[in-house]
């Protein structure tokens, strides 16, 4: 007489397939105790592994692949009238004029004017050159504002090695 196992059943059945079973159980620990003493190992077998490359794929692969989609939007969003930009064609151009989801760019000493999606432009190099020169300034300012307050660490002046040259 064949019973029908439930998927349940049939799951766990499989599993425990997995763990090695020996016949012959030594120092009197049944097979069943062996069975059971394994079966926690799946977990540090099977699952951990698993879960350890989704965490590296998350580090590795999709987080920065969010913050590139991030710094991309960015830039889509802060294109100005006049700005030199890139699209993902390789057309260089400056803006002339925007709207909802569409630029209109300049290229050429022809003054060809082509329309382009927003989502096109992969780099406005106009807004990179300002952000170099945010930064820039405020290391300026940082660094005169700690020379001011004297907490600068003077150099001692270095002193010549002599080479080989100089003692002959």
Known sequence: MKKKLSGFTASLLS????????????????????QTATGG?????????LIIMFVLLY???????????????????????????????GIVGIIVSISEDTAVIETGGGKTKIRVKKWAINENITSA????????????????????????????????KKSKKDGE
């Open 15 to 34: 599993l425990l397939s997995l763990v090695p079973v020996t016949a012959f159980a030594e120092d009197g620990q049944s097979s069943a105790n062996i």
């Open 59 to 89: 580090f590795v692969a999709i987080k920065p692949q969010k913050k590139r989609e991030q710094e991309l939007k960015d830039i889509q969003d802060s294109m100005q009238v006049g700005d030199e930009v890139v699209t993902g064609g």
């Open 129 to 160: 050159e300002r952000i170099k020169a945010e930064k820039a300034s405020a290391d300026k300012k940082k660094a005169s504002a700690i020379a001011s307050a004297g907490l600068a660490e003077k150099s001692e002046p270095t002193k010549k």
């Open 41 to 49: 190992s799946v977990f540090w077998t099977l699952i951990f592994p």
